[in-house]
């Protein structure tokens, strides 16, 4: 059945959309009934449109496009969005064109609305994940790729916990999946792992994704790199620590030093009046403990009194090799292989040279100790220039530190030697030697394989 053009035209009419037909100029011959309805500030039809939109007009009408999307003005105050389709209708006379104009202002500015949301997530550098309601990645952004160190390919349709690093235990994540399930946010902090093993702190900020039915459908976490603030309040603690016992060294040393050198004066006596052998080798033993005690009182008081050493220009390198001259000739190093690469020309660091020798041979005999009974032991000593910093790295393949007394080691009187064999004292004075030189020691291990000190101290005049 062919249409009549009274049906044509009713068509035309109650069309739902904004519907113009126009010449080739785009000049108003006909509008639907919604059109009339909308006031226009200009009946040449290419006059409502923006500049781009008004090329686009353009390009439609000559048939290079049939759909485009433009800015579209109306009258003074009133705008819209549209989607734009132009149509051209057959005719004997001039050529004229159905333009169909479609009001898209919704569903825009809630793609420009989801656009802008999506480039600041992306953009941002916080880390940012997103996950559905079964806990699977769907999303990361480049921070959260940067942090982890996994590509974003490694890591769409992982579960987060790709990056435990055994710290929170399953009863911890029991309880945030059921308060982020019942659509309420969850705020906390979390020691995780990156892909090469390196551990991070991050704060984490879990929130619900929620549809307009309240059903959430996904979950949207936001971190914020801790690591820095978890050593530098480590540092903080520490650094109190040794203030703390700086202050209580110098008592300590003297309440105690003068009993002991009364009592090491009345084992002497005793030893040179008494020919009994039992006496003599009990004596001994007494002594030998009296000893032991004075080495670490004279240890505290290094510690507690300023040193009276003057701060002059050092060799890093030459300091170094007189602590490995003193250490290779040892007993115990005698069978450890020593690999000394000492970058030349490095510049002066401002430091005390017998305390930094003091700082090396400690690290060193440490060193020696950790690699006793290995085979094929080796030790590794290197320097180089750093930014604006000297850096010393000292590694050895023995035996290693267990992560839980990582944080212990640089505490007095922390050891893992056995009784008799060391003080605890020595790092923790080698670290409040290198801090007053405005350095830091850094300790890298892992347990059974090898561990690595770095000592990194400022250039002078930096």
């Not at 008592?251 to 003068?258: D, F, K, L, T």
């Amino acid at each position: 059945m062919k249409l009549t053009h009274d049906i044509y035209k009713t068509i035309f009419s109650e069309w739902n959309d904004y519907a113009y037909i126009v010449d080739g100029s785009t000049g108003i011959i006909e509008m639907n009934a919604k059109a009339k309805r909308r006031k226009i500030s200009s009946s040449v039809l290419v006059e409502l449109f923006s500049f781009g939109g008004k090329e686009h007009l353009s390009s439609a009408m000559n048939g290079t496009i049939q759909v485009f999307r433009s800015d579209l003005f109306f009258s003074a105050g009133d705008h819209c969005f549209a989607e734009v389709t132009v149509l051209p209708i057959p005719s004997s006379e001039t050529q004229l064109y159905l333009v169909v104009i479609k009001d898209i202002t919704v569903q825009h500015d809630k793609d420009l609305e989801l656009l802008r949301f999506s480039e600041v997530i992306h953009r941002t550098v916080n880390p940012i994940q997103i996950t559905n309601t079964e806990g699977k990645m769907i999303y990361v952004n480049p921070a959260f790729e940067h942090i982890t160190g996994y590509l974003r390919e490694e890591l769409i349709g992982q579960n987060p916990s790709i990056l435990n690093s055994g710290r929170h235990g399953k009863e911890f994540w029991k309880k945030v999946w059921i308060k982020i399930n019942s659509g309420e946010q969850w705020v906390g902090q979390l020691q995780n792992k990156r892909k090469n093993g390196e551990l991070f702190h991050s704060e984490l900020v879990i929130s619900p994704i929620i549809d307009e039915d309240k059903k959430v459908i996904g979950f949207l976490g936001a971190h914020r790199d801790i690591t820095d603030q978890k050593i530098l309040e480590r540092q903080v603690v520490r650094s109190q620590k040794m203030e703390t016992f700086g202050t209580l060294a110098a008592g300590i040393a003297h309440e105690v030093g003068n009993p002991l050198t009364s009592i090491s004066s009345l084992v002497q006596v005793v030893q040179r009046q008494s020919n009994d052998d039992f006496v003599q080798e009990k004596l001994e033993l007494v002594k030998n403990q009296i000893n032991r005690i004075a080495k670490i009182i004279r240890e505290l008081v290094d510690f507690s009194r300023p040193s009276t050493h003057e701060v002059k220009d050092v060799s890093v390198n030459l300091v170094l090799r007189e602590a490995i001259n003193i250490v290779q000739y040892g007993k115990k190093a005698r069978s450890i292989k020593l690999n000394v690469a000492l970058e030349e020309n490095l510049p002066f660091v401002h430091a005390v040279h017998d305390q930094l020798l003091q700082v090396f041979l400690n690290i060193l005999m440490n060193a020696v100790d950790a690699s006793m009974g290995i085979s094929d032991s080796s030790i590794s000593i290197l320097t180089k220039q750093s930014d604006e910093k000297v850096e010393i790295s000292i590694t050895d393949n023995g035996t290693g530190i267990a992560e839980k007394n990582i944080g212990k080691i640089f505490d007095p009187f922390f050891t893992t030697k056995e009784v008799g064999k060391g003080t605890g004292l020595g790092l923790w004075v080698s670290l409040g030697i290198i801090r007053n030189f405005g350095g830091d020691i850094h300790v890298e291990s892992e347990e059974g394989k090898s561990t690595t000190f770095v000592v990194r101290l400022p250039i002078k005049g930096m």
